[in-house]
């Protein structure tokens, strides 16, 4: 599966950290016997927790953004800290979404906006695109957008087999101005979730899948450059580099390699269980964050 060799930024951190870290203990023996304890406590935790190799996670579970994986690990972290939703609070944000004929039967694919599909600049000079964004208290704000690499390419392609999502946590005001140049016509994305459809835990909004009331989440995936956006669907996840403004970014192509794939599984959770170990890391992430320091 071409997604799981060249794969998100997930599978490979950690072989870049464990190479720094290599590096480190070469030059300093200090070092080194410190995290030869270090390691020791890990694999005493690792072993408690019934995980049969932590070196089998850093070396399947790896890559070159660094600070990607810091983040990664923070946020799911973070989501061990998150409360249940009240479900009275679901209940309110809870949608009805109508299939298009076609894909009556055609999985789902939920996208998120911002540092996914695109990066809104604070300064408009530095953007492709200049828009102007309408405001509920009737003022005008001109910002600035610039699009992922193949994100466009990505959307079309996906929207061939799948039927397509964007759930943000954006304004609807902002939002529809962006998925217009995204999608002018109408004819990729079916629907668009926005903030108002989050669950707020907190003043932490996150996309609970269960507000999409008639889709089984079997057949739904989620991807977002913030892990802890689908906190309660973690199975349903698909973690993205965060982008801003690297024009030879090709996540995207790797994405649709891989989502490419899913498409006539039974259960589309149990690929991403398989490819990402979010659960596993999860079940670890206190380990891994003690790991990541040295
Ligand atoms: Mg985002």
Not at 85 to 98: C, E, G, I, T
Not at 113 to 142: Q, W
Not at 238 to 247: A, E, Q, T, Y
Request: aromatic fraction near 8%; charge should be positive; include cysteine.
């Amino acid at each position: 599966m071409p997604y799981k060799q060249t794969s998100i930024q997930v599978r490979r951190s950690v072989r870049i950290l464990d190479k720094q870290i290599t590096r480190r203990t070469l030059k300093n023996s200090r070092a080194q016997s410190f995290l030869e304890k270090k390691n020791k406590q890990i694999s005493a935790k690792i072993t408690t927790t019934s995980v049969p190799n932590f070196n089998d996670i850093v070396t399947q579970v790896s890559h070159v953004n660094k600070e990607y994986f810091s983040q990664l690990l923070l946020s799911l972290r973070f989501i061990k800290t998150i409360k249940p939703v009240d479900h009275m609070q679901l209940a309110s944000k809870s949608v009805h979404l109508k299939r298009r004929i076609l894909y009556e039967n055609a999985k789902t694919l939920i996208f998120d906006l911002d540092e996914t599909l695109v990066h809104c600049c604070e300064n408009p000079k530095d953007a492709e695109r200049i828009i102007n964004i309408h405001l509920p208290t009737g003022e005008s704000l001109e910002v600035g957008i610039n699009i992922r690499p193949y994100a466009i390419e990505c959307l079309t392609t996906l929207s061939k087999k799948y039927e397509i999502i964007v759930f943000t946590a954006s304004h609807k005001c902002y939002a529809d101005v962006v998925l217009d140049i995204l999608d002018p016509n109408h004819e990729i994305i079916h629907h668009r979730l926005y903030r108002e459809n989050c669950v707020n835990i907190d003043g932490v909004f996150i996309k609970d899948l269960r507000v999409i009331t008639n889709r089984c989440l079997e057949n739904v995936v989620i991807i977002d450059n913030s892990a802890y956006c689908f906190a309660y669907q973690l199975d349903n996840g698909v973690p993205i580099v965060s982008w801003n403004d690297d024009k030879n970014d090709t996540e995207l192509v790797n994405l649709t390699h891989y989502l490419s794939s899913l498409c006539f599984l039974k259960d589309v959770r149990v690929s991403n269980r398989d490819t990402f170990r979010l659960a596993l890391l999860s079940d670890n992430i206190e380990a891994l964050l003690a790991y990541r320091r040295y």
